[in-house]
């Protein structure tokens, strides 16, 4: 299997599906839906799903969108590879139009995210991955180029993570529209551990991010996420050296479970004390 190719096929049906994000949000109509579980879905959505299916099916390898269709765990169960794939991650943040939204693609092997890709459409960053040549940032990348693309030159273009100098005290990043008494407490116990603390609120997969970055030491998330979600941040982290890990602080967090909702994560390097 190239993953060369796979990961060049996963970043342009990003950027594409960016494109169309950024067409909607800068329309006057988001055309703002609720789906079963009272969340939010949006033409950006749906489009932006269709965009990455187009570039995605012509891999060969079976897709799980958090907008295709509902799957049965008997039809999926026994895919040793997928692509799995949250076309607008942060659809809240979206709505708020404070930017903190993105395109996740993740490709999934025997249960865990090995290559990731993440587009960050309102400030053209691309953060991509695969658990063997590591984890990438790069910026300007401008919606609708994805015909520029060529990977070798990319990875030589861009920043490898995690960076370094990027802050001088311990930092935990959280979410912005899902706070829990048990994120905030952890997050408490940690300021009892590294003294003064920086908390930095973000939306969407850009806490993984930010993470693998080098921007912030820990992101626990204690409230429900799905795998669409964590997927592509999840193998960009591991490409940078971290962990993502049950609340134990050792049990990986793994995909294509029956149950497509994920337990309490924490985003962590291995040896962090806690």
Known sequence: ?????????????????????????NSDDFEVNLKSDNSPLTLADRKAHLVIVEYLSKTGLPILSEEGREMSYEERKNWKYF???????GTKE????????????ALIYDGTPILGVIYVPVLNELYFADTACGAFKKENVLPGSSEE??????????DELPLKGLKDKFTIVGSRSHK??????????????????????????LKLCMVAEGRADVYPRFAPTMEWDTAAGHAIALGAGFVVTQQDGKTPVVYNKENLLNPWFIVKKEDLKY
């Not at 049906?13 to 169309?20: L, R, Y």
């Not at 692509?83 to 991650?89: A, C, E, G, K, N």
């Not at 979206?94 to 939204?101: C, D, L, M, T, V």
């Open 1 to 25: 299997m190239n993953f060369d190719n796979l990961q060049e096929v996963a970043i342009k049906a990003a950027i594409e599906a960016g494109k169309a994000v950024l067409e909607v949000y």
């Open 83 to 89: 692509w799995l794939v949250d076309p607008l991650d």
């Open 94 to 105: 979206f709505i708020k139009r404070n930017g903190e939204f993105t395109v996740n693609i």
């Open 149 to 158: 693309i060529d990977i070798v030159q990319l990875i030589e273009q861009s």
């Open 180 to 205: 829990t008494p048990e994120t905030e407490e952890f997050m408490n116990h940690l300021a009892g551990i590294y003294g003064d603390v920086d908390i930095i609120s973000k939306g969407s997969s």
